[in-house]
């Protein structure tokens, strides 16, 4: 127990111990340390083996978090992303972008009762996973189309992950919960046989992969191997893991396209830091 604790406190504040040559993948916190090491294991494999050299994949306790340490372009070699933290972290940090999936992210929320937002004039607490995450930031501006405004008729808390948000809705402390369609697709089936979705978003952009001539590796170099892993063996179960259907590549145009959420994002974290 004691090893596994180490082990997760290690992960969460940057400070795992791995050689001077390692390389370092940062993740975006959309699920549990565990959750995501697990799925990302077949990349870094793919990468150890490619670069001959170790790799370590790291995450951080919140998207806010992950965004500043983004931004700041020092920690990570490569980062995989959120949309709109791909936006900041290619202004701020530098990072250029790569690769993302073919499956675009879908928006969920979710609920026990089908008929909550039916009423708009009862108060409602809402769950979702950070107020720069990419999938809560769709969601409150849905929910705000629709007529909860925040701080009148609903409130938004945050969870570090979505089974963790899943379980506070049914534990009856939110009324709502907020995450990725391929997060819920991922709860237990005793969880989802207890709720309903409420809404699902047309396909939003995907993670997006994103590196800066670092440690070594250049963006060329790091194209050549995103390229190679996606054709592989180990980006084929990495696909089947995270059911993201196929990867494809995404330019530097694509990425201003995201420059309104972004900029929302931007000022969502400067409002975080006052």
Do not use: C
């Amino acid at each position: 127990m004691f090893f596994k604790k180490a082990f997760l406190f290690l992960t969460l504040t940057f400070s795992l111990s791995f050689a001077d040559d390692s390389i370092t993948i940062g993740i975006a916190p959309h699920s549990s340390p565990r959750i995501i090491i697990e799925t990302h294991n077949d990349l870094k494999v793919f990468l150890e083996n490619y670069f001959k050299r170790p790799v370590q994949i790291v995450t951080a306790k919140n998207f806010s978090e992950f965004a500043k340490r983004t931004n700041d372009g020092v920690l990570y070699d490569l980062v995989l992303t959120s949309p709109n933290l791909a936006f900041l972290a290619n202004k701020y940090g530098e990072y250029e972008p790569i690769l993302t999936y073919t499956k675009g992210l879908s928006t969920i929320i979710i609920g026990k009762n089908k008929d909550i937002l039916n009423d708009k004039t009862k108060k409602i607490h809402a769950i979702g996973l950070d107020p720069v995450s990419f999938v809560t930031l769709n969601a409150e501006d849905w929910l705000e189309t629709n007529g909860f405004i925040e701080n009148n008729n609903i409130t938004y808390s945050y969870s570090s992950a979505s089974d963790s948000a899943a379980a506070i809705l049914l534990n009856g402390e939110a009324d709502l919960a907020i995450m990725s369609l391929p997060n819920y697709l991922k709860l237990n089936d005793n969880t989802r046989e207890q709720v309903k979705i409420l809404y699902q978003s047309p396909p939003q952009p995907s993670r997006i992969y994103l590196a800066k001539n670092k440690n070594k590796i250049t963006t060329k170099m790091w194209e050549d191997a995103l390229k190679k892993f996606a054709n592989s063996a180990e980006g084929k179960k990495h696909l089947e893991t995270t059911k993201l259907e196929g990867f494809k590549q995404i330019t530097q145009n694509e990425l201003k396209k995201l420059k309104n959420i972004g900029n929302k994002t931007l000022r969502k974290l400067d409002n975080n830091q006052q």
